[in-house]
């Protein structure tokens, strides 16, 4: 397997170019990316705790999944391989917004992405690849929102700001 490459975007979420995914982070790059909100029938969000051994942001909750597309991938046909790779099983998906952000962290590596937010319903317990995944829960949005303002150390940048989007999306 090669380098992981993302895909290089304009402020229109046109192509512009390929590049190394670490090289992309180091040079706070805009990039095409997407994140996976996936909702069980009570509405509750299904949340991961990243795994300890990730490069960045280990041991942080998140949403369900999120990734980079690959080139010639949809955002949908990406966003159900990655909740397979990460969350051990795939459901239907509908592309809901999408938005740019910016988010550095402390190991000097920024996400600054074109984002993609893709949902779905799932109510069955996953299977989550330990190499990707800590642990997982279902919680409510509005714990969710609540928890942020208490313990928003928990929670990856990413997850805060694209969070906060979809809600307000929503409501």
Not at 69 to 87: D, H, P, V
Not at 137 to 166: C, Q, R
């Amino acid at each position: 397997m090669g380098t992981d490459q993302v895909i290089l975007v304009n402020e229109k979420d046109e192509q512009i170019g390929l590049m190394e995914k670490i090289e992309a982070h180091e040079k706070a790059l805009l990039h095409r990316a997407f994140s996976v909100f996936v909702f069980n029938k009570k509405g509750e969000l299904m949340l991961q705790q990243r795994a300890l051994t990730k490069y960045h942001t280990p041991g942080q909750w998140t949403n369900t999944c999120c990734s980079h597309q690959r080139e010639g991938e949809s955002n949908i046909e990406a966003g159900k391989r990655r909740l397979m790779e990460e969350m051990g099983f795939t459901t239907d998906l509908k592309d809901t917004i999408s938005f740019i952000y910016k988010a550095p962290f402390e190991n000097g590596l920024t996400e600054h992405e074109y984002d993609h937010i893709l949902v779905g319903q799932y109510d069955e317990d996953p299977h989550p690849n330990p190499e990707e995944v800590n642990a997982w829960k279902w919680v409510s949005l509005e714990d969710v929102k609540e928890d942020m303002k208490v313990n928003p150390g928990v929670y990856t940048e990413w997850f805060k700001i694209i969070f906060d989007k979809y809600y307000n999306h929503i409501s």
